[in-house]
């Protein structure tokens, strides 16, 4: 067993507000996708949990973390601060509550997404997108899309993200440009994504 409903309640019990119910929301939908498409439910409801339990500290908080696991942000990381709660949060789910690495390894790309991305991962970007608290004009497809394919899924997630990215005139991530251009590249049909959705956070 990888974590006793008492670590469970333990790691829930350091979210709040918004988070705790969005944590939980990611959780089933990590469960119901993993079920769906033949991944490990454990480990799917173990990364789901912990995937955000970073994003709470601020950019003081974020490059302390970095410089304690020896993660070292890129270029679009030192300005898009936020985005290393990925990274910062697989740090202390593997040190503080010993995930196996691939559950690191789906926590650590969450935010971003990247190029050859294993189910695991591809559930919690997706979970993180979908869960029943999100609402925002692009989820409906996107939960639709969840329910046949899960690379088509991915790809309309990435254009909602990334038309939102450019429609605010952030900076995008090379990582989840990569993982777009190989769903591309893999002949994953493309969706149109819906005008004024949201990335998520
Ligand atoms: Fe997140
Ligand atoms: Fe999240």
Request: charged fraction near 30%; charge should be negative.
């Amino acid at each position: 067993m990888l974590c006793t409903e008492l670590e469970r309640q333990s790691i829930l019990s350091r979210l709040s507000g918004y988070r705790y119910t969005h944590t939980l929301g990611c959780e089933k939908a990590a469960i119901e996708l993993a079920r769906r498409f033949g991944g490990d439910v454990e480990k799917a409801a173990f990364a789901a949990i912990l995937h955000d339990i970073t994003k709470r500290l601020s950019k003081e908080e974020q490059l302390y973390l970095c410089e304690k696991y020896d993660i070292i942000p890129c270029d679009v990381e030192k300005i898009e601060w936020k985005m290393l709660h990925g990274k910062t949060a697989a740090a202390i789910a593997l040190h503080e509550y010993g995930a196996p690495q691939d559950v690191v390894d789906a926590i650590a790309c969450h935010t971003t997404g990247k190029a050859g991305m294993t189910l695991l991962d591809k559930i919690i970007y997706l979970a993180d997108f979908i869960e029943e608290t999100r609402d925002f004009d692009g989820v409906e497809p996107a939960r639709a899309l969840a329910k046949q394919d899960i690379n088509e899924a991915l790809l309309y997630c990435y254009d909602n993200s990334l038309f939102d990215l450019l429609r605010r005139g952030k900076l995008i991530h090379p990582d989840t440009m990569e993982a777009r251009n190989e769903l591309i590249r893999q002949g994953v049909p493309h969706t149109k994504c819906a005008e004024g959705s949201e990335a998520h956070t």
